[in-house]
């Protein structure tokens, strides 16, 4: 059974940076598309970015180009979004989000049903 758990949100002020994990189980990391999604209040669920399973390849939304990064440690089943110069609007709930199908490239944006597996969210606030 996969399981995803994230960990690591909270508050923060704009400009400081934060580092989500994401603990995998019930599968082998290097054979699934990894993704990270979000949610902010009253819109719609929408992907951050991703990694390939294959290559570790990495895509971004274009908000968050050059401020957030993916990297996975496989040994460790874990997944993680570095949050550097980090703004008001990236306050939202995020989630770590897994499929063995999906395909990682530049419309994760809209990828959200390409997805089966989901962890239950972490909440990140950016305020002064």
């Known amino acids: 059974q996969v399981q995803l758990m994230e960990s690591g949100g909270g508050l923060v002020q704009p400009g400081g940076s934060l580092r989500l994990s994401c603990v995998t189980s019930?599968?082998?990391?290097?054979?699934?598309?990894m993704a990270w999604f979000r949610q902010a209040p009253g819109k719609e669920r929408e992907g951050v970015g991703c990694i390939s399973a294959s290559d570790g390849s990495t895509y971004y939304i274009d908000s968050v180009k050059g401020r957030f990064t993916i990297s996975k440690d496989n040994a460790e089943n874990t997944v993680y979004l570095q949050m550097n110069s980090l703004k008001p609007e990236d306050t939202a709930v995020y989630y770590c989000?897994?499929?063995?199908?999906?395909?990682?490239?530049?419309?994760?944006?809209?990828?959200?049903?390409?997805?089966?597996?989901w962890g239950q969210g972490t909440q990140v606030t950016v305020s002064s």
């Open positions: 019930g599968l082998l990391l290097e054979h699934y598309t």
């Open positions: 989000a897994t499929d063995r199908w999906a395909s990682c490239n530049p419309t994760v944006a809209g990828q959200v049903h390409d997805y089966d597996y």
